[in-house]
C-alpha cells in the first residue's frame, strides 16, 4: 500500500500542551499534505511540504519532513479545545495527482 | 464559492436498491475525487476525474459502482444493487493541478 500511516492512532492532551503526530510512507514523494477532519465533516487542508522543503509553519502549526526516513511530522503548539480532530497526512506517490491518506491520528484537546 | 456541494447529506436505504450520489465540484477545478470513509478501511479513494475524464477507477470495489462526469460541474457516483457493506461516508473533492483538496461535506450512506 502506498498509504501513509499516523502515529499514534490516537493521543490525549491538556489544552495549551503541544501535540505531536508523525505520519510515515514507504515511496518517494513530491508533496505531503495534512488534513483535519472535524467529527461528521469532510477534511480540511492544513499545509503543503513539498520533497524538497524540510520544514513549514503556519500559525500554530508547524511541518517537518524527512524524506531520507520517510516520514514526516505535525506539531500544534499550544493546543485548544477546538483542535480536537482527527488529523490525516496524505502523500503523492510520485504517481500524478492523487493523494493517498494514512488512517489518521485522533486528538482529544481536553480543556 | 460555496466549496464542494454534495447530496444528499443521508440516505437510508434498502439493500437492493440503486443509490446516485450527486457532486458539485469548485469551479474551476479540474480534478474530481470520490472517496469513501470506514472505521475499518479509512479513506479509501474510490475514482478521480481530471477535465471530466476518469483517471483511476483501481478503488472501485466492484462493477456494482460506476461513476460518471457529464460535465465540469456535476458528477455522480452511482451503486446498483446496494449491499450492507457499502454503508460509509462518501465524499467528493476536487482540486486545481497540483494543490490541496477541498471536500464536500458528505454523503452518510446506510444500506439496510
Known amino acids: 500500500s502506498q498509504q501513509g500511516e499516523e502515529d499514534p492512532q490516537a493521543l490525549s492532551i491538556q489544552e495549551g500542551e503541544n501535540a505531536t503526530m508523525n505520519c510515515s510512507y514507504k515511496?518517494?514523494?513530491?508533496?505531503l499534505q495534512w488534513y483535519r477532519q472535524n467529527s461528521g465533516r469532510g477534511l480540511v487542508h492544513l499545509i503543503l511540504i513539498r520533497s524538497n522543503e524540510r520544514e513549514k509553519h503556519s500559525g500554530r502549526l508547524r511541518v517537518t519532513l524527512d524524506t531520507s526516513k520517510k516520514s514526516s511530522s505535525l506539531l500544534i503548539t499550544a493546543s485548544r479545545a477546538a483542535d480536537t480532530a482527527s488529523y490525516f497526512c496524505a502523500t503523492d506517490a510520485n504517481t500524478g495527482n492523487q493523494f493517498y491518506f494514512g488512517t489518521g491520528t485522533s486528538l482529544t484537546v481536553i480543556p | 464559492d460555496a466549496g464542494v456541494i454534495q447530496s444528499p447529506r443521508h440516505e437510508v436505504t434498502e439493500m437492493g436498491q440503486e443509490v446516485t450520489l450527486r457532486c458539485k465540484p469548485i469551479?474551476?477545478?479540474?480534478?474530481l475525487f470520490w472517496y469513501r470513509q470506514t472505521m475499518m478501511r479509512g479513506l479509501e479513494l474510490l475514482i478521480y476525474f481530471n477535465n471530466n475524464v476518469p483517471i483511476d477507477d483501481s478503488g472501485m470495489p466492484e462493477d456494482r459502482f460506476s461513476a460518471k462526469m457529464p460535465n465540469a460541474s456535476f458528477s455522480t457516483l452511482k451503486i446498483q444493487p446496494s449491499e450492507p457493506r457499502d454503508s460509509a461516508v462518501y465524499f467528493c473533492a476536487s482540486q486545481r493541478a497540483v494543490s490541496e483538496q477541498y471536500f464536500g461535506p458528505g454523503t452518510r450512506l446506510t444500506v439496510t
Open positions: 515511496t518517494s514523494i513530491n508533496n
Open positions: 469551479s474551476g477545478h479540474d480534478y
